[in-house]
């Protein structure tokens, strides 16, 4: 054979492969144990009976390289007493801040809220694009259209509740609607 050297530096590189792959196999297990005690430490999630609806969570895609993205949702409050977003996660954003977005002499700014997003007893806060919404900040990634992204959202009463926003196209100004079959 003409290439007599060649399997034993394939073999080598096998070997080397497979050691890579074990330690990919151990990040992932790793990753996998921490989210699973992160999960653990939730503080108790709001019950159905909870006044506080989030409605059609959804964020925007975004393109490659960029570290934020927006989410948006409609929050409904059918109780009788105010309530406040306080907090929010995305499992794609190392952390949320919830931002306010204002025309201050005519230039587009946003600020986070510090005492976060009253919301209205018997009545309801939009957030969307131009106004207020959340802000994903760090992403482990790009945010790809049709995509559903896990998070909470934390309100002062009615505690922390489950979403999952829908990724809309990049620079979309609403949610894709629903198709209903
Ligand atoms: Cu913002």
Do not use: C
């Not at 927006?70 to 109780?79: D, L, M, P, Q, S």
């Not at 900040?137 to 509740?161: N, S």
Request: aromatic share 4%.
């Amino acid at each position: 054979m003409t290439f007599t050297h060649r399997p034993a530096g394939i073999a080598r590189a096998a070997r080397l492969a497979s050691v890579f792959h074990d330690i990919e196999a151990k990040l992932a297990l790793t990753a996998l144990a921490i989210a699973l005690s992160l999960a653990a430490l939730q503080p108790v999630l709001a019950h159905d009976a909870s006044p506080v609806h989030v409605e059609q969570p959804w964020a925007r895609a975004t393109p490659p390289g960029a570290k934020v993205a927006g989410a948006f949702a409609t929050i409904e409050n059918h109780g009788s007493t105010p309530d406040r977003l306080v907090s929010a996660t995305a499992d794609v954003a190392a952390r949320v801040e919830i931002h306010e977005m204002a025309v201050t002499d005519g230039v587009m700014t946003m600020r986070p809220l510090a005492d976060g997003l009253p919301v209205p007893a018997d009545g309801s806060v939009e957030l969307k694009p131009g106004s207020y919404h959340l802000m994903l900040m760090d992403l482990a990634g790009p945010l790809k259209e049709g995509q559903h992204v896990a998070g909470t959202l934390t309100f002062e009463k009615a505690g922390t509740m489950p979403v999952e926003f829908v990724v809309a196209p990049i620079g979309a100004k609403a949610p894709v609607a629903h198709t209903p079959q």
